[in-house]
Each structure stands twice: as structure tokens, then as C-alpha cells.
């Protein structure tokens, strides 16, 4: 399949949009620029929409096209997937346009059952794990994920497109009143702290141990490291300031969110108060202009605002704001054995909720070339495409006998976008094959996979003992 040509049927989801907007199907095929009898094929099902007209979508009506796109929720349909495909169901492999037709006609049910196959598995291992929680490491790592704080976090952002509208104005307007974009970030965000009568001093690292911040209220002074970069320092000052500028927000934002896990509110806190200071470094408007005139340039835009290539990049995950939209990109960090220690998107990729990630995916090889940008086209298995640059970066820290981590971060978006980032010239991406990966190894059915490491859950292994092939796990088909 092309990477430019993928084409959706939209029917059901284009005449809910041509409706809400109150225009006819000749109104909205002028304002396209395309024929009344196209979209009302369209409409029909009868005719599969482009990657072009859905881009004149996203232009015409400001729209994300991942809202136009089947399974638009990809992570209520990975999550699906998954959980029918456990072996207790007894399901087989089902026909990806049946799951898709759950999905589309009854969201709703397939996001409790999802809930429903979670409490299952929880009932279920929760004895074995309580009497030996060594026993069956999978069983495990599925009751972690039904418990883990950070899961019911990361699905309150990945249900406002990693977007956080009142936070994202209160920094923009605190940026510009300090005019971050005249003066020297540090010495402003430093004054404003001395505003409220705290002072920023930066610790030798013997003394700060292993911490990189800490507030001393007592004192009034922020205490950081010297192991931290520049860019984190005012990083660190920016959540800070979070805290104690925009503190009526964050908690407005937390009583909605109503999480049961009181682990889970605290997290929330952390993670929205790194957001205001993220959002503060990197004001909307002058960031997306910003992102917008380099396409989207990573490295460039970091030395322009002074941010790390790992800040930078999230920061490009949360650029969709109504009216103003960036590309809307996905965001993965990964550590050398795969463990995924940060993810969003503010777009319709999947993430496996166990498992780590596919090895086929740029985001591991990128530990083979560090600090360089390596650039992929990849193909999921239910048709989509997405455009994926991946590069390493170091954590902050590192000294002699105690080198500083290496993480991989990955950024993507939907390959339809992908002729606006500059990350895409030279490539051809009419002609350019995809690389067809899977969630994980637990979760993929693709046969004859060299880099496989165990056969899928719901499928039984296959051993042949006179044939040695390049795939060292093989499997029964359906």
C-alpha cells in the first residue's frame, strides 16, 4: 500500500460532520472543492476518502483527521483487540471487519467490556500474586496495569488529545508578561520566583544526593542540582511557578478528573504542573508559528526556546488547540530494554497497555546511531500509516562510574502529514514501502516475523522439529 494513497471509509462519520455544520452535500462539496455526487458516495460508503480530501478536511473545518478516521479512539480499539484475544474467551482470530464493526456502531459497549476483561484479569490474579508474585511474571505485569496510577493519568490525557486548554492559556499569558521571548529565560523566571520570595541556588550534586530539585518552603528557596542542564533548570522552575501561579487550575482540573487512586491524584498533579512549565518555555501561538516556518524542525526549534530535544518534542504532542491546530503527533520514550516510561498522543496511534513496543520500530535502532534522527515509515496492522522520527537523549545526571541513562524518544503522526515535516524530505513517499510492525510480539499475528519473541497469546505455538526457519516462533493459524 502506498504511503500516501491509504483511503478510509468514512460515510457514517463525514454526514454527522456535514450535519452538525448544517451545510447540504452540495454546500460542503463546493466548500471542498469537489463534486455533490462525490460526497455523496462518500456518504454512502460506496467511495473511500484520500489522504488529500482528508487533509482539505482538516483545513476547511478545523479538524484533527484522526477524528475522521475509522477507530478514531485507536486506543479503545487496540485495547479491544487485545482483550478479545485472550485465550480464556476462546474467540480464535476474528476478522478485523468484524472488531471494526463493534467498534464503530458500539463504542460505548466495547469500552465496558474492555473494563469488564480488566476486572476479570485482576480477579484472577490477584490470589497468584499475593502467594507468589514470581510465579507468572505476564500475570503480573496484567494486574499492574489494571492498578498502575500512571495508566489512569495517561487515559485522562489521551482523552483530551494531550491538550490542556486552561493551563495552556495561563502559561502563555505568564510568558508573556515576563516576555520570555526579550529577555533571558533563567534570569526571568528566576525573578518572578523572587517575587514570591524565593530564591533558585544550585547544589553540588554530593550535596543534593539523588535528588535533582527540592523545596525547601521552610527556607523559601529552590534547591537544584548541578547535574542539570540549563534547559531543565528552567524547567524546574517553570513547575514551580505551576504551582504557585496556576494552582487554582490544576486543582479545578483534578476534582474534574475525580481518579479513585490517591497516588493517582498526586501523579496528576506532577503531570500538569510539567505541563504549564512546558507550556510556559514554549508559548502556543509563537511555538506552533515556530513549528510551522521550520516544519517541524526538533533540534532547530530547541536551541530557538532553549529546551531539550526530549521537551521539545512532547511539547509538539500537545499543539491542538481549537483554531489553531498543530500536527497531531504521537510521543514515545523508551529505555534500551523497551520499557516505555513516557507516552501520549494527541492523534489516533495505538499503545499496548503491556508488552513494550514492536523491535521492528525505529525507536530501538535509534540507540545504534546516537544524538542522529532516524526517519521510518511504519504500517500497523489494521492499514494505517504513520511517519515516525526516533533519536536518542541522555537524562540528566552523569559522572565518572555513574554514566548518565540513554533513552530513545520517538515522535510520529499520521503519514498524510508527513510532507510538512522537514524530517520528510528527500523521501519519496508515494513509492516508500512501509514497515509493518505490530503493538508487541503478545499481541501480533504476523507470521514468519525474524524479530518475533514468543507466539501470540491467543494462538497455540507450532513446533516443526526437521525445519529451522528465520522466525524462531512459529504459530497455528486462526
Known amino acids: 500500500m502506498a504511503a500516501r494513497t491509504e483511503k478510509l471509509i468514512i460515510g457514517q462519520r463525514l454526514r454527522v460532520l456535514r450535519q452538525s455544520l448544517g451545510l447540504t452535500q452540495a454546500q460542503m462539496a463546493a466548500e471542498l472543492g469537489v463534486s455533490a455526487s462525490y460526497i455523496t458516495l462518500i456518504e454512502a460508503d460506496q467511495r473511500p476518502a484520500s489522504a488529500r480530501l482528508l487533509m482539505r478536511l482538516a483545513e476547511v473545518y478545523d479538524l484533527n483527521i484522526t477524528e475522521l478516521a475509522p477507530s478514531a479512539d485507536a486506543q ?135 535528588q535533582l530539585r527540592r523545596f525547601d518552603q521552610h527556607r523559601k528557596e529552590l534547591l537544584l542540582s548541578e547535574l542539570l542542564g540549563q534547559s531543565s533548570r528552567r524547567f524546574q522552575i517553570g513547575v514551580l511557578l505551576a504551582r504557585l501561579e496556576a494552582e487554582d487550575i490544576i486543582a ?94 494527541a492523534g489516533r496511534f495505538p499503545f499496548s497497555r503491556f508488552g513494550g513496543t514492536c523491535p521492528l520500530w525505529n525507536i530501538h535502532s535509534a540507540f545504534e546511531t546516537p544524538d542522529q534522527v532516524q526517519t521510518q515509515v511504519i504500517r500497523m496492522p489494521e492499514g494505517a500509516s504513520y511517519f515516525s522520527i526516533a533519536r536518542t537523549v541522555s537524562r540528566a545526571g552523569g559522572s565518572h562510574g555513574a554514566p548518565s541513562q540513554r533513552l530513545a524518544i520517538g515522535l510520529g503522526c499520521d503519514v498524510a502529514y508527513a510532507p ?43 513446533v516443526n522439529e526437521r525445519e529451522r526457519s528465520l522466525a524462531i516462533f512459529r504459530f497455528e493459524e486462526g
Open 252 to 345: 479545578a482540573l483534578v476534582a474534574g478528573a475525580a481518579l479513585p487512586d490517591p497516588a493517582a491524584v498526586s501523579l496528576m498533579r506532577v503531570s500538569l504542573a510539567n505541563y504549564f512549565a512546558a507550556a510556559l518555555l514554549m508559548p502556543y501561538g509563537r511555538f506552533l508559528a515556530a513549528c510551522e516556518s521550520t516544519r517541524y524542525d526538533v533540534e532547530l526549534l530547541s536551541h530557538r526556546f532553549g529546551t531539550s530535544f526530549e521537551q521539545t518534542a512532547h511539547r509538539m504532542s500537545t499543539l491542538q488547540r481549537p483554531q489553531a491546530r498543530g500536527i497531531p503527533f504521537f510521543f514515545v520514550r523508551v529505555d534500551r530494554a523497551g520499557n516505555i516510561s513516557k507516552r501520549f498522543s
Open 420 to 462: 510538512r515535516l522537514i524530517y520528510a524530505d528527500g523521501i519519496d513517499l508515494d513509492r516508500s514501502k512501509p514497515v509493518d510492525i505490530g503493538l508487541n510480539c503478545y499481541l501480533c499475528e504476523r507470521q514468519n516475523c525474524p524479530a518475533r519473541a514468543h507466539a501470540p497469546i491467543n494462538r497455540k505455538l507450532a
Open 76 to 210: 479503545l480499539a487496540a485495547d479491544f483487540a487485545s482483550a478479545l484475544k485472550d485465550p480464556a474467551l476462546e474467540t480464535g482470530s476474528l476478522p478485523r471487519a468484524e472488531i471494526e464493526a463493534v467498534l464503530q456502531s458500539s463504542p460505548r459497549i466495547a469500552a465496558a467490556f474492555v473494563r469488564l476483561h480488566d476486572r476479570y484479569r485482576e480477579a484472577l490474579v490477584m490470589p497468584q500474586a499475593d502467594a507468589n508474585p514470581m510465579t507468572d511474571r505476564d500475570k503480573v505485569e496484567a494486574l499492574a496495569e489494571t492498578t498502575r496510577p500512571v495508566e489512569q493519568v495517561r487515559a485522562w490525557f489521551y482523552a483530551r488529545g494531550n491538550h490542556v486548554d486552561p493551563l495552556d492559556r495561563a502559561a502563555e499569558a505568564l510568558a508573556e508578561e515576563l516576555a520570555l521571548h526579550r529577555n533571558e529565560p533563567h534570569v526571568a523566571l528566576s525573578a518572578r520566583l523572587g517575587a514570591h520570595g524565593i530564591h533558585v541556588r544550585i547544589l553540588p550534586a554530593p550535596v543534593m544526593g539523588d
